[in-house]
C-alpha cells in the first residue's frame, strides 16, 4: 500500500522565518509526488516533482525531491501571515494515477 | 483561469437519504476524480473516471456509491443511502490526461449526514 508521510504536523513559526516541511513516501509505482496549500477548503497546487535534485521554485517557495531516500521537502523563506494553511504531500502512482495524500502539515505564521 | 465547480458547497442529509454531489471539471480535461476527506483525517482517494467509465476505485467506494457523467459537462457522485460515516467533504478534481498535468481540485462539498 503506497504511503506518505509527513513532518511535522503542525508548526508555529514568526513572520520572516524560514521554514522546511518533510515528506517521506513509499510507493510501488512512481510517478510524481505533489505538493498542495489547502487553506479553508480546495487544496491549491503548488509543485510537481518527478526528478531528483531539480528544484522547483515559485517566489518564495522552492521544492526539491530525492527519489534514491524517497523523500521531499517544501522550503518557504520569508514566511508571511499569508502562508498560514495546511501543506498537504501526496505521491502518484503511475500504475493506476491514484493520489495518496499525507496527513498534512498545519503551519501558522504569526505576526 | 479555468476551473473546477462544485454544487451544493454544503449539504445536510438524514440518515438513509440518497445525495447527489455535483461537479464541473475543467471543460479540455479528460480525466475525473472524487476524493474525500473527514474532518481531521487525510485526503482519500474514491474514485477515478474516464471516457465513461470508472478506471480505479478505493476501497471506500462500495455498492453504495456511484458515479456518472449524464450530459459531458457534469459529473456526479450518488451516495445511496447515506451513514454517519459519510459526513465529510467531498472534493472533485479533473486534469487534461492520465500522466500529465497537475490535478486540479474544487472547492468541495461538504456533507453533513445527520
Known amino acids: 500500500e503506497d504511503k506518505v508521510v509527513q513532518s511535522p504536523l503542525s508548526l508555529v513559526v514568526h513572520e520572516g522565518d524560514t521554514v522546511t516541511l518533510n515528506c517521506s513516501y513509499e510507493?510501488?509505482?512512481?510517478?510524481?509526488l505533489l505538493w498542495y496549500k489547502q487553506e479553508k477548503k480546495a487544496p491549491t497546487f503548488l509543485f510537481m516533482l518527478?526528478?531528483?535534485?531539480i528544484e522547483k521554485k515559485s517566489g518564495r517557495l522552492s521544492s526539491i525531491l530525492d527519489k534514491k531516500e524517497l523523500f521531499s521537502i517544501l522550503n518557504i523563506t520569508a514566511t508571511q501571515t499569508g502562508d498560514s494553511a495546511i501543506y498537504l504531500c501526496?505521491?502518484?502512482?503511475?500504475?493506476?494515477?491514484?493520489?495518496?495524500f499525507g496527513k498534512g502539515i498545519t503551519l501558522s505564521v504569526r505576526p | 483561469e479555468p476551473e473546477v465547480t462544485q454544487t451544493p458547497s454544503h449539504q445536510v442529509t438524514q440518515m438513509g437519504q440518497e445525495v447527489i454531489l455535483r461537479c464541473v471539471p475543467i471543460?479540455?480535461?479528460?480525466?475525473f476524480y472524487w476524493y474525500r476527506q473527514i474532518l481531521g483525517q487525510k485526503v482519500e482517494f474514491l474514485v477515478s473516471?474516464?471516457?465513461?467509465?470508472?478506471?480505479?476505485k478505493s476501497e471506500i467506494f462500495d455498492d453504495q456509491f456511484s458515479v456518472e457523467r449524464p450530459d459531458g459537462s457534469n459529473f456526479t457522485l450518488k451516495i445511496r443511502s447515506t451513514k454517519l460515516e459519510d459526513s465529510a467533504m467531498y472534493f472533485c478534481?479533473?486534469?487534461?490526461?492520465?500522466?500529465?498535468?497537475?490535478?486540479?481540485f474544487g472547492e468541495g462539498s461538504r456533507l453533513t449526514v445527520l
Open positions: 510507493v510501488t509505482n512512481f510517478r510524481s
Open positions: 478534481a479533473s486534469r487534461e490526461g492520465r500522466n500529465t498535468g497537475e490535478l486540479f
Open positions: 518527478t526528478s531528483s535534485g
Open positions: 471543460s479540455n480535461h479528460l480525466y
Open positions: 501526496a505521491v502518484e502512482n503511475g500504475a493506476n494515477s491514484k493520489l495518496t
Open positions: 473516471f474516464y471516457n465513461n467509465e470508472i478506471s480505479e
